[in-house]
């Protein structure tokens, strides 16, 4: 344990405060990363205050190397030091056990799920984020594939593609429309209208900053905050009636996963790897981003593997085994390998995903993964239905589940 003091050294102090007096100033220390304050987090186990002012106050962090750690001892020393007949602060660190660690992992879901900002997507939508650590694996093109799969079965499907800068979503759905917005009542903005396209009996509703930019402005957009975009696109957009939202994740970055984290608590996080070993390390940190922020990681998608030439030889172009790998290290299933094939990206190149009418290996892989999701993975819920308690005490007990795996592998 290590301790850190300052003084404020005043003349004629006041009496100095109860314990409880410190821990209500400290109910308004906010740890940055949990979202919650730190004394109902159960991260304040102690504080004692002596005869003369000086405060200690214990503090466990979640991990020793918290990166929030001067962040919350900055907010801790500066708003008790302000409470009269306070002469010194001094902070012991911690760390928690598994156990505790777990209890605040728990509050902070239920917090974040409590304070949810309003978000203009239904509350029985399924919201699977697609991720990887890196770009270039293949990230968007099973987005769109999956999409496109699912609203196959006859589901709607919003795609939502939060590669600010980097979109492809437009491209590899053929669409390049603009994206128009309407006055609704009760809204004082305009509301954006994503665009769609009909698959089968399914519907595809889309949006990408492509379809307010042209592919070549893109560039200009990188002042904007990414987090702040995509709040935009889950508050601003006339999503309506959704089965499903697939997000296009941005490469490795931890502050849109936290955001979307905040805004809609209940994403599940699908994990996009090639089979290189190398590839599969960095797409474990998006995992590893992911369970920082609360955000459950449901499946692990194998993209790249095997491609069998017209002689029927199988190559292992970029290695083998990651998928597997990742999956076995984050707990988590591997859905699926897609095999390198032209049809994949001929696909994406026309606009046409291969898992609308494709036939070969790939298109099939990417029909029994939206199947999986759809029958077992994510079940559409009828609104009607839902024993909402019910339904998110199991949902909590899975995620614990999940949790608890992860911290014994840790
Ligand atoms: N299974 C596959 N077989 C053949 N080509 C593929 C396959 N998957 C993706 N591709 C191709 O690889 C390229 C990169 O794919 P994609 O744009 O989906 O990757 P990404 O991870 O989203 O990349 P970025 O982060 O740069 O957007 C594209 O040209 C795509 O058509």
């Known amino acids: 344990m290590v301790s850190d003091a300052t003084s ?23 740890d940055p990363e949990l979202g919650a304050d730190i004394v109902s987090l159960g991260m304040v186990p102690s504080v004692e205050v002596a005869d003369d002012g000086v405060v200690t106050v214990e503090i466990k962090l979640t991990i020793s190397g918290c ?34 660690r777990s209890e605040v992992m728990t509050k902070a879901r239920w917090n974040a799920r409590e304070n949810a900002p309003d978000t203009m997507v239904p509350s029985t939508c ?3 984020a697609i ?21 196959g079965l006859g589901h709607t499907v919003g795609v939502l593609d939060a590669d600010i800068w980097g979109f492809s979503v437009p491209r590899l759905l053929g669409i390049d429309e603009r994206m128009e917005a309407e006055r609704v ?9 994503p665009n769609e396209r009909r698959v089968g009996d ?3 509703k889309v949006v990408s900053t492509g379809f307010l930019v042209g592919e070549d402005t893109a560039l200009m957009w990188r002042g904007l905050m990414l987090t702040k975009a995509v709040e935009q696109f889950l508050r601003d957009v006339q999503w309506g009636e959704l089965d499903y ?28 790897t090639t089979p290189a070993l190398a590839a599969q390390k960095v797409a474990q940190r998006a995992a590893d981003m992911a369970k920082r922020s609360f955000l459950k990681v449901v499946g692990v998608i194998e993209n790249m593997s095997a491609f069998t030439d017209s002689a029927g030889v199988e190559h292992a172009l970029f290695g083998s085994g990651g998928g597997e790998a990742l999956a076995a290290s984050i707990g988590a299933p591997l859905l699926g390998q897609i095999p390198i094939e032209p049809s994949v990206s001929a696909g994406g190149d026309a606009g046409d995903p291969v898992s609308i009418a494709g036939v070969g290996p790939a298109a099939d892989v990417f029909r029994s993964i939206a199947e999986h999701i759809s029958t077992e993975l994510a079940p559409v819920v009828d609104p009607d239905q839902v024993d909402m308690a019910g339904c998110t005490a199991r949902l909590f007990e899975t995620v614990d589940a999940a949790f608890a795996e992860l911290d014994a592998k840790a």
């Open 8 to 30: 404020t050294g005043q003349a004629r102090r006041p009496a100095p405060p109860t314990p409880e007096e410190v821990r209500g100033v400290l109910e308004s220390v906010i």
């Open 67 to 100: 990166p929030m750690r001067a962040d919350i001892q900055k907010e801790v020393k500066d708003r008790v030091e302000l409470h009269p007949g306070v002469s010194k602060v001094a902070i012991t660190w911690g760390e928690m056990n598994a156990e505790e």
């Open 126 to 128: 399924n919201v699977l």
């Open 131 to 151: 991720a990887s650590g890196k770009g270039g694996v293949g990230k968007s093109s099973v987005t769109v594939n999956l999409a496109a799969a699912l609203a």
């Open 185 to 193: 009542d009760g809204h004082d903005k305009p509301l954006i209208i």
């Open 202 to 204: 399914g519907l595809l």
């Open 245 to 272: 939202l697939l997000i296009d994740m941005p490469p490795g970055t931890g502050d849109v996963q936290m955001g979307l984290a905040r805004m809609l608590p209940k994403t599940d996080l699908l994990v996009v």
